[in-house]
């Protein structure tokens, strides 16, 4: 069995090439090439073993699909239970602590730390309010985070409460599942107006990101009744953009019954705002959008949806390029669709003043964003270039023809065109973070540095989730990223590689040092108290929950400060 395998991790051993994420490993140059050359010999002597992995890690879910629980155990198992720690909660951090507990049965001891006191990252704060469906996934991390071989350890911030040498010295292993905090620029004059914001922060608002509340409640609620301007403009065509379209003009009632926060709830009440306008650079069949979203906002009672017919017209590359990936010819059709049978009566909405209108603009750039002449100098207009373009199907590239467009009266500007890992505030310098692509140097999930030229892994440090491949996927991505960087913990574990935590912390981990340094701790008994406060306020409201939006609020509630 095991020989059938290892001819079949063979034929897939390109992963070698894919896995290292050194900017120098894609570099064209003959310097490149000798570096690329020496990183694949270097990474050739460990090639039997890896494939042995590969083996091993199939069979490995062969037997958890069956009901088992494996367990790899060093050479001279040790005594006391092995303790990982898992930093975030998100979705590739609960399923690290998951796929942990699976591997390593009873004796896994997982710790999670979580910056903000309440768990599961952006499962919590990012999905749309209006699509409760896919926060289902939050029950099977509740589940986890109940286990009695977890800890949870929420309000504590990693680099800040908490280093990577006070892991190092109290763990085997250290997963590092943060995410991408940060928000890629459009890079154009005055994109850092009042009024220009990111898409994550407008996620984060609605939803109760008690960091995007407390700094943008007051400018968003301005922005969303602003008498000088009634148009909102969305750069970048993805799923999140569609998200923050479909709340800016779905009918606030219809969310009233959602967890979407109060504060955002009677500010979108308030609005004025009656025109969203979508940009991308390229054309309608590079959208990034999936058909499903794209069907949900384009149908939306009472919004008319306009589009350019120019816009609408294939290349031949483009054609191909729907060809090949059928849930882009299907959004393309939807919006032809749109377009084709309106919603009977929007056109007279739109004359009442009642309708809203959705705008969609393909092959559009962002030059400027130009201020008002009010003298509070927010973003009031957008200078767009105008593209064409060029290349083969699969890797078409916009080019500016010189043309340009303005559009006027707009209140709001949302930039979303990706996330950005950041490296963790207050990590020792030297840690090995590739700044451009935001992402942790890897393999596998195994931390990489260099060493005399060659990459080296750094012992017992590993990543999983966006931090280790970049903002990309669904929830689901992240179960499969994080059962990939398991694996090589558990072949770690098997060959004797990982830490061994110093004696005198008596296996503890680290909440003991936490209480020391005055960390008010929130662990799981403490989000429960949160969870049910949030539930009780809901129902009182006909809703699933009403969130808390303040770090204060969540741990009086969490530590039951204020009861008598």
């Not at 083996?55 to 958890?64: D, H």
């Not at 990101?209 to 909102?232: H, I, N, Q, S, Y």
């Not at 709340?247 to 009632?253: A, D, I, K, Q, V």
Request: with cysteine; glycine share 10%; aromatic share 6%.
């Amino acid at each position: 069995m095991f020989a059938r395998l290892r001819a079949w991790a063979t034929l897939h051993a390109s992963w070698l090439r894919s896995a290292v994420v050194w900017p120098q490993f894609q570099d064209p140059t003959p310097a490149g090439n000798n570096h690329r050359h020496t990183m694949l010999r270097s990474l050739a002597s460990a090639t039997r073993e890896t494939l042995l992995r590969q083996a091993r890690g199939l069979a490995t879910s062969a037997v958890i699909a069956s009901g088992g629980s494996p367990v790899f155990n060093s050479p001279g198992k040790e005594s006391t239970p092995r303790r990982f720690c898992v930093v975030g909660s998100g979705p590739a951090g609960m399923y690290a602590a998951d796929r942990l507990l699976a591997a390593f049965g009873e004796d896994a001891r997982v710790d999670v730390v979580e910056k903000l006191p309440t768990p599961f990252g952006l499962v919590r704060s990012g999905v749309a309010p209006d699509h409760a469906g896919t926060k289902s996934v939050v029950n099977r991390f509740d589940g986890i985070l109940r286990d009695p071989r977890v800890t949870y350890l929420g309000n504590v911030s990693f680099g800040e409460h908490v280093g990577l040498d006070d892991l190092f010295a109290r763990y085997s292993a250290t997963v590092l599942c943060y995410g991408a905090e940060g928000d890629k620029k459009l890079g154009v004059p005055g994109e850092d107006l009042p009024g220009s914001h990111s898409a994550r922060e407008f996620v984060g608002w609605y939803n109760g990101d008690p960091r995007c509340v407390k700094d943008l409640d007051a400018p968003l609620r301005r922005a969303l009744t602003c008498a000088e301007g009634d148009t909102v403009v969305i750069f970048g065509l993805g799923n999140v953009a569609v998200d923050c379209a479909r709340m800016l003009l779905r009918s606030p009632e219809h969310l009233a019954s959602t967890d979407v926060c109060q504060h955002a709830l009677e500010a979108l009440r308030r609005s004025t705002v009656r025109r969203v306008v979508m940009v991308g650079r390229r054309g309608v069949a590079q959208g990034a959008f999936s058909p499903k979203e794209l069907r949900e906002l384009l149908n939306l009672p009472g919004v008319r949806v306009t589009v350019d017919p120019r816009e609408l017209k294939l290349e031949p590359e483009d054609e191909a390029d729907l060809a090949a990936q059928r849930p882009r010819r299907r959004a393309y059709e939807a919006i032809v669709k749109s377009i084709e049978s309106p919603p009977a009566g929007v056109e007279a909405d739109l004359k009442a003043g009642g309708g809203r209108e959705l705008v969609l603009k393909f092959l559009r750039s962002p030059t400027e964003f130009l201020p008002s002449d009010d003298g509070k100098n927010s973003v009031r207009a957008v200078e767009l270039a105008v593209n064409r373009l060029e290349g083969a199907a699969g890797s078409r590239k916009a080019v500016p023809t010189g043309e340009k467009e303005r559009l006027d009266r707009v209140s709001l500007v949302l930039r979303s065109v990706g996330y950005k890992g950041l490296p963790a505030k207050g990590v020792k310098e030297g840690f090995p973070f590739d700044h451009e692509r935001g992402v942790v140097p890897n393999v596998a999930g195994r931390v990489m540095e260099k060493m005399g030229g060659y990459p080296t892994h750094v012992t017992g440090v590993y990543v999983a989730g966006w931090l280790k491949r970049g903002p990309t996927g669904i929830i689901g991505t992240n179960l499969h990223c994080a059962e990939e960087t398991v694996e090589s913990i558990a072949e770690d574990a098997a060959n004797g590689r990982l830490r061994r935590p110093d004696y005198r912390f008596k296996g503890k981990g680290v909440r003991p040092l936490l209480e020391s340094r005055g960390v008010r701790v929130v662990d799981a008994e403490g989000w429960g108290r949160i969870d049910a406060a949030e539930r009780a306020a809901g129902e009182a409201a006909g809703k699933p929950r009403e969130k808390f939006v303040s770090v204060d609020s969540m741990v009086r509630t969490a530590l039951a400060i204020g009861e008598s």
